[in-house]
């Protein structure tokens, strides 16, 4: 039976561009009563745990690098909610398919360009697509047109990528949204009055 191994005890693990792991020689380091000093790393980090505080590299790449001293689980605490307030307002587009049959009827082919209509104001792109079955793609000319359609009739909300596509047994056009968004005819013009009769006269009626 072989004698139990001793293993040295583990470091802890230094936090990224906190404190000792900071590697260069000197920063701007940045105290909580608005003082800003160049001094060396080591300087730096002796203040700021004088303050009960930890020196955290918050501009690496700046000249010379700029540290800032403050808590850590604060600063981890801000950055966390920054990163997340970036990931709400960072739109994700996507490519939102409709499908058509050749004959497809007024009911079902208005309901699917108000589809449309709202995932294009919503930033998405849009994939009409014709699906041809069975005898259906001796009518090719049909999902054609009924492409050119679709696509003039939401072309105040988005624009064709190209001409329709034939692959396999579907049809196809992309639409994009229009970058400045919906066009909005008369949005700005005044309201128009009805005509006021000359001086003197009296209205008609």
Request: no cysteine; glycine share 6%.
């Amino acid at each position: 039976m072989y004698p139990p191994r001793s293993f040295p005890p583990r470091r802890p693990r230094l936090r990224e561009n906190v404190n000792e792991a900071i590697r260069v020689r000197e920063v701007r380091a940045v105290f909580p009563d608005g003082s800003v000093q160049i001094m060396s790393t080591q300087d730096a980090i002796r203040k700021a745990q004088e303050l009960g505080l930890d020196l955290i590299l918050i501009a690496p790449t700046a000249e010379p690098p700029v540290a800032k001293a403050m808590d850590y689980g604060q600063w981890q605490y801000e950055t966390k909610k920054k990163q997340h307030e970036a990931k709400k307002k960072q739109h994700i587009i996507q490519v939102k398919e409709l499908k058509f049959r050749p004959n497809t009827d007024d009911h079902d082919y208005e309901f699917k360009k108000n589809h449309a209509v709202r995932f294009l104001s919503e930033g998405n792109r849009v994939k009409a697509i014709v699906q041809f079955r069975g005898r259906e793609i001796a009518h090719v000319d049909l999902g054609r047109k009924l492409l050119l359609r679709f696509a003039d009739d939401v072309k105040e909300h988005g624009q064709v990528e190209g001409q329709p596509r034939l692959e396999g047994r579907n049809a196809h056009v992309i639409i994009s949204p229009l970058k400045g968004g919906p066009k909005e005819k008369d949005k700005d013009k005044p309201p128009q009055r009805p005509p006021q009769a000359p001086p003197g006269e009296r209205p008609a009626g």
